[in-house]
Nanobody, 121 residues
Framework: VQLVESGGGSAQAGESLTLSCARS?????????VAWFRQAPGKERERISC????????RYADSVNGRFTTFTDSAKMTVYLRMDNLQPDDTAVYYC??????????????WGQGTQVTVSS
C-alpha cells in the first residue's frame, strides 16, 4: 500500500488548506485507520488526527482540535485533512499513514512521502 499526499503549500495566518491522502493505485481506504502526522524542523513527529473508516470515529491532538477536521469521501478513496485558521506554528511536513485495522492504533504500517505546509504571519 503506497500513500500519496497532496494539497500542501503556503498560506497566510488565518487561512485554510486541505490536504488529501489516497492510495497510489485506485483502491479504497475502506476498513483502514488513517492518521495525519506532522513534523516541524527540530521537533518530534506529532500525530494530529486519526480516522477510522470502519466506524467513522475521529481523534485530534489538542494542538489542532477545533481547527482541523479529518474526513473521507463516500467511496473512502481519499482521506482529507482540512486545516482552518492556520498559524505559523502549523508549519511542518505533513504525512498521512494507514493501517488495515478498525480502530486508531499507536503504530501504522503505510506512510506517504509527506507534503510541506508553510504558514506565514
Amino acid at each position: 500500500v503506497q500513500l500519496v499526499e497532496s494539497g500542501g503549500g503556503s498560506a497566510q495566518a488565518g487561512e485554510s488548506l486541505t490536504l488529501s491522502c489516497a492510495r497510489s493505485t485506485p483502491f479504497t481506504l475502506d476498513r483502514y485507520a488513517v492518521a495525519w502526522f506532522r513534523q516541524a524542523p527540530g521537533k518530534e513527529r506529532e500525530r494530529i488526527s486519526c480516522l477510522s473508516t470502519v466506524d467513522g470515529r475521529k481523534r485530534y491532538a489538542d494542538s489542532v482540535n477545533g481547527r482541523f477536521t479529518t474526513f473521507t469521501d463516500s467511496a473512502k478513496m481519499t482521506v482529507y485533512l482540512r486545516m482552518d485558521n492556520l498559524q505559523p506554528d502549523d508549519t511542518a511536513v505533513y504525512y498521512c499513514a494507514a493501517r488495515h485495522i478498525s480502530y486508531c492504533p499507536s503504530e501504522f504500517d503505510h506512510w506517504g512521502q509527506g507534503t510541506q505546509v508553510t504558514v506565514s504571519s
